[in-house]
């Protein structure tokens, strides 16, 4: 079935770097995505990835894609308080036409 | 240019009112979705529609109806409301199946 699994939090200090994952099923997917969303507003795109790239990276931000897995991920280099949101992982499922999106993993920053 | 718009951005309904979101895109995407999203459980697509006068059922689509007359606008209607359609509903759009941007999104609450 169609499925994007997320842990849902993550805790790191300010200043580290942030990993935020997750498994998707359709190995056909041609896109992948992160969403960000901060409390009270709508999801932004952050960055996507072409399912024939390894690696992707945009300035902070570094994705990972292990499509042996079905594995993404983003790191967050030196995150910052203003890195706390919502963020999601999305495939899209080729087969229908429209976007999959995981349950979100809340990042939140401790001093 | 205003990306995707929604309107109301809050609603307060009893139980068996009725009521229309309204969303607009000013970026001529063929593509437009409605979501509902619920603490833990991510996004869930409730319809769709690939272009103009056509409309397609997603995972969640029991209790609403959408309108897709023209292009720049996708209605979605409550005919019944539910405490169950309790929720936030986001707007997006997208050209074909490509990255999707979203409304700032519609809090509901059916009493």
């Known amino acids: 079935g169609e499925d994007v699994e997320q842990s849902l939090f993550l805790s790191v200090r300010e200043g580290d770097s942030s990993v935020i994952s997750c498994t998707y099923t359709?190995?056909?997917?041609?896109?992948l995505y992160w969403y960000k969303q901060e409390p009270g507003a709508g999801l932004q795109l952050l960055t996507y990835?072409?399912?024939?790239?390894d690696m992707k990276q945009d300035q902070r931000l570094t994705v990972l894609l292990n499509k042996k897995d079905k594995h993404l991920s983003l790191r967050i280099a030196d995150t910052q308080t203003g890195d706390s949101a919502i963020y999601f992982c999305a495939e899209l499922y080729s087969s229908a036409s429209k976007i999959i999106f995981g349950s979100g993993t809340r990042l939140s920053i401790r001093p | 240019n205003a990306g995707v718009t929604q309107t109301p951005k809050f609603r307060v309904l009893k139980t068996g009112q009725s009521m229309t979101l309204l969303c607009a895109q000013d970026?001529?995407?063929?593509?437009m979705y409605w979501y509902r999203q619920d603490p833990g459980m991510g996004l869930r697509l409730i319809h769709y529609s690939v272009g103009e006068g056509t409309t397609a059922k997603g995972e969640v689509p029991d209790g609403y109806n959408v309108s897709r007359l023209k292009k720049q606008n996708f209605l979605l209607g409550l005919e019944s409301a539910a405490p169950s359609q309790t929720s936030v509903y986001f707007c997006?759009?997208?050209?074909?199946?490509?990255?999707?941007?979203f409304g700032p999104g519609t809090r509901l609450t059916v009493l």
């Open positions: 997006a759009s997208s050209h074909l199946t490509d990255t999707q941007y």
């Open positions: 359709d190995s056909s997917s041609t896109y």
């Open positions: 970026m001529n995407h063929e593509y």
């Open positions: 990835i072409f399912s024939n790239m």
